[in-house]
């Protein structure tokens, strides 16, 4: 099995540096510092940029907020905010997710909202993961994520939650949900968004060992659905998502609500419980030292 | 992974029309007029042919009601009385389940008790489905599908109830849930039942896309459990179920029991809901407009 | 699907015979009867050796009691003696399971301990299965099952137990939960156990027809995670082990929690029911007359 062969290479945790690297290292070496400076600047006005076309009722969201689309706060509030103005326009019916960034879709939950907040800042951090989780698991739009780079932890979560996903077949990109390495713990919710994907024992192995799978090895286990060249990625989202809105539309919402309903009510009778549950975890003074130390090896890296 | 091949390839679309016009153009191309009306007599008489042999306790019921075996509610009323005297005949211990029609096993559930009837018989026609799939699914005998023809929808779900699934392996036949397509939902305990089956993701997507699947990638998700060559289908069921009937009996049935009565519970316990909903949903003036286009492109692919 | 090929062969019949023989033939064949004394009496005086080797935090568990590893109530006291001693042990992190008896690595519930006894003996022994159970399956350490041997019913679901299984690839061993084949019932604990890492499907059919697997087909369902050389078992599982434990810990815990929790809950709040159900099956007639002309082909086959 596909977790036997990620364990043995011991690629979860180069894999977990590599994109960190990559993401750093683009930024260092690639990229003139006019154009960096350039590229923050856009990306403060704006973290998110939708390309809607109204003739075949798909938008297309580029993620663009350097260097690695961190899930902050106020990304994730922009995030929902677009996610609302597509579900509110009836002529939208199809969202494809993909990233504005080099190398990576997503690199996940920002480690600045969880490290020295208070409580109470902390808990509308969560709120708004939660949030975004709920709208686009419970979208009746079709959603296919065009995973365009390496995905971990909340950036696998991103993708998780859409109906079809896409990945680019290069084998130094990787995904998964890999929060058990850095001394956090995915919450049920994650949990059960996995399994729905992948089963129980690849989420088992995957949770404990906060495994990153390469591209071919998530598609041997339905991490994702399907790999493609890089540069036919949008093409062939583009291309699914014209499969899936032949559909009828009424018939195949309602069957996606009935697949997901009862994991979606799971977490909003726990939604609460769920943010107090993270609050008083991730404010422990251990779990601080973890994101600190796990900062420090970071900027060992940039530097 | 199987269903982004078949989604690729736009199989589900033309595979419901096959079975369609399989089933027609045999009639008006193969079979001499004359041998059309015996077989109509035969069946308005009996939809189910049973052939119980008291010496191996195993029965083969032969489903003959032309031209596609559709489940309307004369065939499902003869189809559970069937079963309840096979149950009640204690030397009664196994039970293969086959189509005497060509290239079809089932083509599900008949769209004539769909389609402009009022809500009580409407409500009858559901309770008689429900019926079918509670006896079968809650039978103490074993139960083989010996899937000889393409098998969509309610025709899917009859042989998911059974224990195993052997089907002729012809490139021509599909099989899966395709209600999606027809603009109709399958209901929540048709998928349970395929979800035990090939799990959440793969039901998922069937579900969501109406996916009709060629015996190969049916057998590659567990939709079936074996190919074979349409000519050693009877025999090959008659083998798997000589094995079957050879593990101790009661210990078989309490496990077979303690595997399906949580889905079981489900069903029984929202059995009148379930009945509303349906009938509540298939009055509509929409759905009843997209069943009333549907016959008329099946009309236009007769004609 | 591997258990069509198991069906075909009949291997689960033969397959729970060999395990017998070969245990058996052991004894009778290539041990010098002296040899066998001494073993037999180191057995009596402890059916389980621990090794524990403080620098890596990592205990290895022999089980050795000829012939086969009998899980009978004395051996089942002494393995959760020596497991609450270990999880105790703040030092101890990790747990290898393996057996020290030649081709045999447990060969599961002990039919002695079920005939001819007491309903109030019978309730104790299975007191002991259950706490077997419920210390493996919560424990905080990593627990990787050495399955150096066949592993049939109550040896099966010891290594089900454990986070990672290694098996020996050797086509003459076998392993799954036969209980059927004996002409009783895995009770819906060793179902959701197994169920949780082989999926409800092969599980259904695992169940009904008490399959057991060879070391290839065991693999292919994920019964077991990896195949290894019989040689290097011990080697390979130390090596995984030292990976597992790489894993900050604190998180591993609390996923590891996470993911089993629901299923040792539905045990802990019907454990009363679950042994008065035991109880009251296994000391019927017709199950004890099951059980000693089972035991009498087990004596014909030494004889």
Chains 1, 2, 3 share one sequence.
């Not at 002529?91 to 494809?96: A, F, H, K, S, V």
């Not at 969560?126 to 709920?134: H, R």
Request: aromatic share 8%.
């Amino acid at each position: 099995m596909a977790f036997s062969s990620a364990l043995r290479s011991g690629r979860r945790l180069s894999g977990l540096a590599s994109w960190m690297s990559s993401g750093s290292s683009r930024g260092r070496v690639c990229v003139p510092p006019i154009l960096i400076t350039q590229q923050r600047n856009q990306s403060s006005s704006s973290k998110i940029k939708v390309d809607f076309d109204q003739s075949t009722g798909v938008a297309v969201m580029h993620m663009q907020s350097p260097p690695v689309n961190s899930l902050s706060l106020d990304f994730l509030t922009e995030f929902c905010i677009s996610l609302e103005k597509l579900e509110m326009d009836k002529g939208c019916r199809g969202l494809i997710i993909t990233s504005s960034q080099p190398k990576v879709f997503s690199a996940g939950l920002d480690i600045l909202e969880m490290y020295g907040k208070s409580p109470e800042r902390c808990g509308e951090f969560w709120k708004a993961v939660q949030e975004m989780w709920l709208k686009l698991y419970g979208s009746d739009m079709v959603t296919i994520a065009a995973i365009n780079g390496s995905s971990p932890a909340g950036g696998c979560l991103l993708s998780l939650v859409c109906d079809y996903r896409i990945m680019a077949d290069n084998p130094r990109y990787s995904i998964g949900l890999n929060e058990t390495l850095l001394g956090i713990v995915a919450p049920f919710w994650f949990k059960d968004t996995l399994q729905n994907i992948v089963g129980y024992r690849n989420t088992d192995i995957s949770l404990q060992l906060g495994l990153l799978y390469k591209p071919s090895d998530a598609l041997k286990i339905g991490l994702v659905d399907q790999l493609v060249p890089e540069d036919q990625i949008l093409t062939t989202a583009t291309q699914t998502m014209s499969k899936w809105l032949a559909i009828p539309e009424h018939a195949r919402q309602i069957t996606k609500s009935m697949m997901r309903q009862s994991t979606i009510d799971k977490l909003r009778s726990n939604r609460e419980a769920d943010i107090q549950n993270f609050v008083s975890f991730i404010t422990k003074e251990s779990i601080q030292k973890s994101l600190r130390m796990y900062m420090e090896m970071l900027k060992q890296k940039k530097a």
